[in-house]
């Protein structure tokens, strides 16, 4: 079972990621997916969160309306379109799958101006 992230980087204020995980070795196609991010010091939290089926279900308060999940099943590729992103986004963010039954190594994202 492997997720590897990637997309990470460094963006001023008010710039845009689009984060990629690259699912293997399990049937993606069957697993809800979820983004979580964990900044320094904090707890790790659910970001965003789609089912099987590729319905959005949950986004934190904070990154509604900015932050959009999607997935390609076909692809075996999970997303986390990022916009409008502030300092308080800054994190490692890693893609579950499951009830995080398998989760990836993370991709850091660093807003600052």
């Known amino acids: 079972v492997q997720l590897v992230e990637s997309g990470g980087g460094l963006v001023q204020p008010g710039g845009s990621l689009r984060l990629s995980c690259a699912a293997s070795g399990f049937s993606f196609s069957s697993y809800h997916m979820s983004w979580y991010r964990q900044a320094p010091g904090k707890e790790r939290e659910l970001v965003a969160y789609?089912?099987?089926?590729?319905?959005?279900?949950y986004y934190l308060d904070s990154v509604r309306g900015r932050f959009t999940i999607s997935r390609d099943n076909a692809k075996n590729m999970l997303y986390l379109q990022m916009n409008g992103l502030k300092p308080d986004d800054t994190a490692v963010y890693l893609c579950?799958?499951?009830?995080?039954?398998?989760w990836g190594q993370g991709t850091q994202v660093t807003v600052s101006s």
């Open positions: 789609i089912t099987n089926s590729d319905r959005p279900t």
């Open positions: 579950a799958a499951g009830l995080a039954d398998y």
